[in-house]
C-alpha cells in the first residue's frame, strides 16, 4: 500500500508540473535548513554516522556548491558533527512491519532527519569559503534524449516508456529544494532528437518556459555496454554562458543526481560542475 501511495503521489506531482507554470518556488528556513539519511537502528555509534552525513548533505543543500565536499575542512567538520544539530529525529522505514524473529529494532533502518539553526550552518559554510544560495529555487524543463540499442526516445510527460525515469528525475531533485517539469510530446513535435542535441540554448530555454519551467536542462543519456552503464551528458545556460557536464557508466538514477547537483552548482553561483 505504502508503495502504492508514493507511486501515486509522484505522478500527481509530476502531472501537475507537466501542466501549470512553475517557474520557481519559494523556500522557508525550517525546508533549507535540514537533512535526512538512512541509519540502522537508534544506537549512538550509527547516529553518530548519521550526523556525519546528515552534515554532508545540509551543507550542499543550503549551499548549493558540489564541491565542499571534497574541502580538506569537511575532515574536522565531520568529526564534530553533531555538535551542528539543533535536533532530531527517527522514522523507522519498516513502520507497521513486524520484528522478523532474528531481528532487533537495532537492525531496522531508519530515516534520521536533522535539523539545523541557520546561523550555525552558514558560519560553517562562511568556514568554507562558501555561502547560502537563498531565495527562490527554479523549476527545470527537462529535455531529455534516450538511447539504449535500437530503443530511442524524448522523455516528454506522456511518455509511457519515460516513467521510471520522470520519478528519478523527481527524487532527484528532493535533497536539494529544486524541481523539474516535461514537456508534452506536442510541444516537442517540431524539435527531434537531433536538433535536440544541437539546438541552441535561448530556443530551448524558450521551449522550456512553454512547458511550465524557468530554463532547460537539457542532456543526452546513452547505454553504454563496454562501460556497464550510461553515458549522460548536459548542458545549461546561465547568465549568457552555457555549462556542459558529463557522468559515464552510472545507473540513470546517478545520472539526474548529476545533472539536478551541476545545475545547482551553477545557479548558485558555483561555477563549472
Known amino acids: 500500500m505504502a508503495g502504492f501511495l508514493r507511486h501515486a503521489l509522484l505522478t500527481v506531482g509530476l502531472v501537475i508540473v507537466g501542466l501549470a507554470p512553475l517557474a520557481a518556488f519559494a523556500i522557508t528556513p525550517d525546508d533549507l535548513y535540514q537533512s535526512r539519511t538512512i541509519v540502522t537502528g537508534q544506537g549512538e555509534e550509527n547516529r553518530q554516522i548519521g550526523f556525519k552525513d546528515c552534515l554532508d ?35 523507522d522505514r519498516l513502520e507497521g512491519i513486524p520484528i522478523h524473529d532474528e531481528q532487533g529494532t537495532h ?32 523549476t527545470l524543463t527537462v529535455l531529455l534524449a534516450t ?3 535500437a530503443r530511442h526516445f524524448v522523455l516528454t510527460a506522456d511518455e509511457g516508456r519515460g ?34 542535441r544541437t539546438a541552441d540554448m535561448a530556443r530551448l530555454d524558450r521551449l522550456a518556459k512553454q512547458a511550465g519551467g524557468s530554463q532547460a536542462l ?11 552503464g550510461w553515458i549522460a551528458d548536459w548542458r545549461l545556460a546561465d547568465h549568457g554562458k ?24 551553477i545557479l548558485s553561483g558555483n561555477g563549472q560542475p
Open 57 to 91: 548533505r545540509v551543507l550542499v543543500r543550503v549551499s548549493g556548491d558540489q564541491r565542499l565536499l571534497q574541502k580538506p575542512g569537511m575532515v574536522d567538520l565531520r568529526d564534530k558533527a553533531g555538535s551542528f544539530v539543533d535536533s532530531f529525529r527517527y522514522h
Open 107 to 138: 537492525d531496522r533502518p531508519h530515516d534520521l532527519t536533522c535539523l539545523y539553526k541557520p546561523d550555525v550552518i552558514d558560519k560553517v559554510l562562511t568556514s568554507l569559503d562558501s555561502k547560502p544560495w537563498l531565495g527562490e529555487r527554479p
Open 147 to 149: 538511447e539504449q540499442g
Open 163 to 196: 516513467e521510471t525515469m520522470r520519478e528519478s528525475f523527481a527524487n532527484a531533485t528532493g535533497p536539494l529544494l529544486m524541481h523539474v517539469a516535461f514537456p508534452k510530446a506536442a510541444q516537442l513535435a517540431e524539435l527531434g532528437e537531433d536538433v535536440l
Open 218 to 228: 537539457v542532456g543526452s543519456i546513452v547505454w553504454s555496454d563496454k562501460e556497464l
Open 242 to 265: 552555457t555549462y556542459r557536464w558529463q557522468v559515464r557508466g552510472v545507473s540513470f538514477d546517478e545520472a539526474f543526481r548529476v545533472a539536478i547537483g551541476g545545475a545547482a552548482q
